[in-house]
């Protein structure tokens, strides 16, 4: 087999990857789509990278290194703005997978039903993105640029995603339909976060994913939830107001036609547990 | 048993001291230490790996293979294909055994279905074997793939293992002309493909003139004449080695390609050679359940009386050989009619070729059938357990002959009860829990064959009284070796910790086949006659030994019990059997016993074990989301030897039943044949949270004709009923019939 690195530092990854190789995190997508025995070329595991570990509060908002295991969102005090994200590491694979799979690679990889997507977008996620020309942020909705297809040019890494404080407001919520109870690849998922004042819903966030080629936000469902109360949210979803968003396939796991519909159900019942939480 | 007299038929067998004990299993430290070796855990020194390469297409030509590049691959040691391909003594085509089907061993570049073997590479290391595999690089030429039921349909020779493929009794036409009301229903079940958690692997040794295999067997003696036969072997030159299997299921009894390569690749290296399939090869090349297309008609009178059953039914197969699963059986076994007629016909798929799955037949056949039955219940007006029980067959429903036993009036009342079946409303669609979901409850009957191949044990007392038992018994998970050793040691008046069970190497009497749930009774008979038949050499030495306290009681006249023989009528009388064989001189004692079904037996009665199971599903009426909430089977299977076991192989039973109704299934590309799904991503069965409530009864059943031990068989039963069951309930939750398995959430939309 070729060489294993483990670079301690950013800039000993960087330096590494420059010379070609593959980039490994938790290797819970890498090993299974890996059809060849061993993996081309050198691999550089970025789980010991210090600037890609760790959750942390900073100024601007909320850090998480790419690194970071889902077991290690599971069980970080965050503010409720996360909850949706926290239950979508509880649904990803098996506590075995939560254990070894990170963020920065739910990301990387790019499926269309990665479990973390539909949560980072309504937490309005950047992505910090490193390589031989320096650093850049991007939106993470930018960021994934299609099924398997990131922003990430040759010789870059993703070292951290970041939620600016204003998103990291209200609280959030993630759903997930799989056609058996639990390690189950999503048919749909959603996540939804909700920011009310004044009994009024102040700002809402919500995304859907499995439903195309990405998992995008719903820009007109939640203008037409701006300015109402939580408790008539799920009332006010409606086909017309999801489906543009969507451009779901059929597949093994269930037909176009049934996605598009229990999609808009999700999102109601998001909704309706979101109003509940906040009502208790 | 203690008992050495000879019972006469009809006698009630008492249960002995350690049969019908809930004992832990006997191999179940040596398995959660991981020190239960399996075939792929053996590596002999200058062992080389193997890979398989598998056919990329459904149908076709292979029209070339890089063979030089993976040759030139670091660590490779020989790359096999049809160019090279080892000779076999036999034709690959040959069938040296009734079980046998047609396999593939690199006889030519045809591609008859996408998995099938193309090449073989071994190599000093796995990963270099892979990468040379990856090498290949095969290219075919490939035609339209024949896919689903829409072709042509044939006669097929036979039915499963050898039934005819129609049965019938009675005018079918008029049964359903003169009927109050008909029903016709139409069913359709997915290719299941057999996955073990231990894929299909084998360790291959030439050594002193002999082969030894280490290698997965659910019929070890059988196993080695199917190997010996290909290879021009002497069978007693096949030493096949199987103690533990990780489930079988069906798919570990004949000889596959496959392993006939990696034998000849150790022939020809002079080297041992290890062969594992990887995961997505377990879809093509090791057998499956068929899909099948049934088509259920039912004539009932004015009181839901069934006045005749039709069931026929379409069945996929291979589009080279034949393996049809028997699906319209269940209609022999299940419910009574004046007429009714079990008819099979096939179409040609390109696929691999179909085989026995648990309850093959059955399976299939009941998840149909019962969703018919509950279409009639509903035709009737009828709540459809009492629907079933107006159906109840007292005799077989198409011999006539009575059963052996039947409690299944029982199965339903108990199971009823326990569910809490009284007050189910009639009508679909009236319960909700407070969640909104939509709450339904259905019923499916049971039923399973007792069927008894051939096995034969020996039995040995040891100077210090202990003993062995000596059979090729292996032990695939179901708890064997635990009730063999009950058995045992029942038969030979010991506890079970003094008897040692010395199994799992074919050069061992022959322990027949563990399949068709008939392991217990037929091994477990062998065993019982093995130990029968030491107690009764042991009592005639000491009876004819003017210093044994037995002396003169004769070999029919005396118990044996906690390692001592008493006299019968006089219990104060006794020797333990170490002073016996001490004053014979003697070290050891053996005996010898068979277990089969007596000759005539079959004709006087028939042999079903039943059951009953109720399932209580949850519908989520906006994502059509199905979690089955509660199982409650209830079976009736005779004479239990581990309770513990039995409940954990009913319960694994009624598990795959569900996996049968709602997960499980290959999804064929109609275009190419391929299956889309091959690996546990997207194949899926039921996980831990999908079964959250299983309840199992045994229904206590003495059967006094079914074998002396009176043991009818649990391996497969509980996956019968379980499925209808299962669509019965989702039926009841919402009003809507789906009749296509798996039952898909989409279908359930719209609600
Ligand atoms: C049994 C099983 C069940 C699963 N179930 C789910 C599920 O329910 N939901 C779900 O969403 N996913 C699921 N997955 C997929 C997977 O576990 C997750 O996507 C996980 O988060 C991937 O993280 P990883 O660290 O293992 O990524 P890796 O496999 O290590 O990497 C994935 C890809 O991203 C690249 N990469 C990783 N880190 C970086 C980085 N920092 N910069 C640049 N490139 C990078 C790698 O090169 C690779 O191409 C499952 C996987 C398995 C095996």
């Known amino acids: 087999m070729s060489a294993w690195h483990r670079p301690a530092s950013l800039t000993e990854a960087i330096g590494l990857l420059a010379e070609g190789g593959v980039v490994a995190a938790g290797c819970t997508d890498l090993f299974p789509a890996t059809r060849r025995q061993a993996l081309s070329g050198p691999v550089i595991d970025l789980t010991r990278v210090a600037e890609m570990r760790g959750i942390s509060e900073t100024r601007g908002g909320w850090r998480f290194g790419a690194a970071v295991r889902w077991s290690e969102v599971l069980s970080a005090a965050l503010p409720p703005a996360f909850d949706g994200l926290k239950a979508a590491a509880r649904e990803v694979g098996s506590v075995q997978i939560q254990n070894a799979g990170t963020l920065g690679g739910n990301l990387c990889n790019a499926s269309p039903a990665a479990d973390g997507v539909p949560g980072l977008l309504t937490l309005e996620a950047e992505v910090e993105l490193a390589g031989p020309a320096g650093m850049r942020r991007l939106p993470l909705a930018a960021f994934l640029a299609g099924a398997r297809r990131t922003a990430l040019a040759p010789g870059e890494v993703l070292v951290a995603i970041h939620v600016p404080s204003h998103a990291a407001a209200g609280r959030g919520a993630f759903l997930k339909l799989g056609a058996r109870r639990y390690l189950v690849i999503s048919i749909a998922m959603v996540a939804a976060r909700l920011v009310v004042k004044g009994g009024r819903i102040d700002r809402a966030a919500v995304a859907v994913g499995a439903c195309g080629p990405v998992a995008s936000r719903l820009p007109a469902l939640e203008a037409a939830l701006a300015g109402i109360a939580p408790e008539d949210a799920a009332a006010a979803v409606s086909e017309a107001l999801v489906a543009p968003a969507l451009a779901p396939i059929g597949d093994v796991r269930g037909d176009a036609e049934y996605r598009g519909v229990v999609a808009v159900e999700l999102v109601r019942r998001a909704l309706r547990g979101l109003a509940a939480e906040g009502m208790r | ?751």
């Open chain 2, 1 to 751: 048993m203690p008992d050495v007299t000879p019972l006469p038929a009809a006698t009630p067998i008492r249960m002995g001291s350690n049969a019908g004990q809930p004992r832990t299993r006997a191999d179940g430290l040596l398995k959660v230490t991981g020190r239960a070796t399996y075939a792929a855990d053996n590596h002999p020194a200058g062992m080389a790996q193997a890979v398989l390469v598998t056919a990329a297409i459904a149908r076709g030509r292979v029209t070339a293979m890089n063979v030089e590049a993976a040759r030139a691959h670091p660590g490779v040691v020989e790359v096999y294909t049809p160019a090279n391909r080892p000779e076999l003594a036999l034709e690959p085509d040959a069938k040296p055994s009734f079980f046998s089907k047609l396999t593939e061993t690199l006889q030519d570049d045809t591609v008859r279905y996408e998995g099938q073997p193309i090449a073989l590479v071994v190599a000093e290391t796995l990963e270099a074997a892979t990468e040379a595999a990856r090498l290949l690089a095969p290219q075919y030429a490939a035609e339209t793939a024949r896919v689903g039921f829409d072709l042509a349909p044939y006669a097929p020779e036979s039915v499963g293992f050898g039934f005819p493929i129609e049965m019938s009794k009675g005018d079918i036409a008029a049964g359903l002309s003169e009927a109050a009301s008909t029903t016709e229903t139409v069913v359709e079940t997915p290719p299941q493909y057999h996955n073990a958690m231990e894929t299909h692997a084998i360790v291959a040794e030439w050594k002193d003139g002999k082969l030894y295999l280490d290698t997965p067997t659910q019929a070890p003696g059988m196993s080695a004449a199917g190997f010996a036969a290909w290879l021009g072997l002497d069978p007693a030159d096949v030493v096949i080695r199987s103690p533990f299997l990780g489930g079988g299921f069906g798919s570990k009894a004949a000889v596959v390609g496959a392993f006939l390569l990696a034998i000849q690749a150790a022939k020809l290296l002079d080297r041992p050679v290890k062969l594992a399939l990887a995961r997505h090869q377990m879809f093509g090349h090791v057998f499956h359940r068929g899909a099948t297309r049934q088509t259920i008609k039912l004539g009932m009178d004015a009181e839901g009386r069934l006045t005749a059953i039709d069931h026929h039914t379409t069945a996929v197969t291979a589009a080279f050989e034949e393996f049809i699963e028997g699906a319209s059986g269940a209609a022999r076994t299940t419910y009574a009619a004046p007429a009714i007629r079990a008819s099979h016909d096939g179409v040609r798929n390109d696929v691999g070729v179909p085989g026995a799955m648990r309850a093959p037949g059955e399976a299939s056949g009941s998840a149909a059938l019962e969703i018919a039955a509950d279409v009639a219940a509903e035709a009737a007006g009828l709540d459809p357990l009492e629907f079933r029980l107006r159906n109840y067959a007292e005799t077989d429903p198409m011999s006539g002959l009575p059963y052996s036993s039947k409690a299944l009036r029982e199965c339903y009342a108990e199971g009823a009860r326990e569910f809490g079946w009284a007050g189910r409303p009639l009508a679909p669609r009236q319960m909700t829990d407070d969640a909104g979901m939509l709450v339904g409850w259905g019923v499916g009957t049971a039923t399973f064959p007792c069927p008894m191949f051939g096995a034969e044990a020996r039995a040995t007392l040891r100077a210090d009284g202990t003993a062995v038992i000596e059979t090729a018994l292996i032990d695939m998970g179901q708890g064997s070796w635990t009730a063999m050793a009950q058995i045992a040691a029942d038969s030979l008046g010991l506890d079970v910790e003094q008897v040692e069970i010395r199994g799992g190497v074919s050069d061992l009497p022959d322990s027949g086949v563990a399949g068709g749930s008939g392991y217990t009774a037929t091994l477990g008979l062998a065993i019982d006659n093995a130990g029968g038949d030491t107690i009764r050499q042991l009592a005639e030495i000491a009876s004819s030994d003017p210093d044994s306290p037995l002396h003169g009681t004769g070999n029919t006249r005396v118990v044996a019990r906690g390692g001592r023989l008493y006299a019968q009528d006089d219990e104060s009388r006794s020797e333990s059997y170490a002073d016996i064989l001490a004053r014979a001189g003697r070290e050891t004692l053996s005996g010898e016993g068979k277990g089969a079904r007596g000759e005539n037996d079959a004709n006087d009665h028939s042999f079903q074990s039943h059951g009953a199971v109720f399932a209580e599903v949850k519908v989520d009426p906006d994502l059509g989301q199905v979690r089955v909430t509660r199982l409650v089977g209830a079976f009736a299977a005779g004479r239990i030897i581990n309770p513990r076991m039995v409940e954990s192989q009913l319960s694994g039973g009624m598990i795959w039943g569900i996996s049968f109704a709602l997960h499980e299934g290959a999804e064929m590309d109609p275009r190419t044949g391929r299956i889309l799904n091959r690996d546990f991503g997207e194949y899926h069965v039921s996980v831990n949270s999908d079964a959250p409530s299983v309840k199992v009864l045994t229904i206590p059943e003495e059967d006094a004709f079914v074998n002396p031990l009176g043991v009818k068989g649990v391996g497969e039963i509980g996956v019968t009923g379980t499925a209808g069951a299962i669509a019965n309930a989702i039926w009841h939750a919402t009003g809507k019939r789906v009749t296509s398995y798996p039952i898909r959430l989409e279908e359930l939309l719209d609600l």
